[in-house]
């Protein structure tokens, strides 16, 4: 069984601190990872997606993948009461699949 | 920006009946997913579809469900015989054709059986 683990949190920080949401995969053959974020009631929105080890920023967010360690997580810097929300990790299998094998989700409280 | 739309937004049936929802990926999009999220779990792949015909599925995809795309917009998820277990978010999701590229979702669609 496949499976994605993320801590369910809630993870409280301040308003302006860096949030830091984690991730691990079992399939060390997947290769696309997604970072998603959930309102309640609401659809997956995507954040970030990354394939290759290292970082890759986007504006306040910085995803990191580590293939060797099958981890990857999310950075928000200066977070925002509006960042708050239920961060999902997401992980696309081997090349020919597309299935996406959703993590349960941290959900993320920034305190004003 | 391009977006996917789904109908109805809440669908209310009895258990037993069949059910049809509806989406329309982004136009450009070659492949389509349907996924499910029962309330307070995790979000799970149903389906996917490229080229007219099942790409991959999922052991939750059984004889109960089928999914077509009846026309050059419109991909659809059927659902019969319901059960009260079906009750759930079902999103529909769409990527280009490139493997790494991410799936996009529409808003959903809420399935409450009684």
């Known amino acids: 069984q496949k499976e994605v683990e993320q801590n369910s949190g809630p993870l409280s920080v301040p308003e302006g601190a860096i949030a830091s949401l984690n991730c691990t995969y079992s399939d060390r053959g997947s290769q696309s990872f997604f970072w998603y974020r959930q309102y309640s009631g609401k659809s997956p929105e995507l954040i970030m997606f990354i394939y290759s080890n290292g970082d890759k920023e986007d504006g306040r967010f910085t995803a990191q993948l580590n293939k060797a360690s099958q981890y990857v997580s999310l950075l928000i810097r200066d977070s925002q009461p509006s960042d708050s929300a239920t961060y999902l990790c997401a992980v696309k299998g081997r090349a020919g699949r597309r299935a996406l094998t959703f993590g349960s989700g941290t959900r993320l409280q920034v305190q004003p | 920006e391009p977006e996917v739309t789904q109908t109805p937004s809440h669908q209310v049936t009895q258990m037993g009946q069949e059910v049809i929802l509806r989406c329309v990926p982004i136009?450009?999009?070659?492949?389509f997913y349907w996924y499910r999220q029962i309330l307070g779990q995790k979000v799970e792949f149903l389906v996917s579809f490229y080229n007219n015909e099942i790409s991959e599925k999922s052991e939750i995809f059984d004889d109960q469900f089928s999914v077509e795309r009846p026309d050059g917009s419109n991909f659809t998820l059927k659902i019969r015989s319901t059960k009260l277990e079906d009750s759930a978010m079902y999103f529909c999701?769409?990527?280009?054709?490139?493997?790494?590229?991410?799936?996009?979702f529409g808003d959903g669609t809420r399935l409450s059986i009684l």
């Open positions: 136009s450009n999009h070659l492949y």
């Open positions: 999701a769409s990527s280009d054709g490139y493997s790494n590229q991410p799936q996009h």
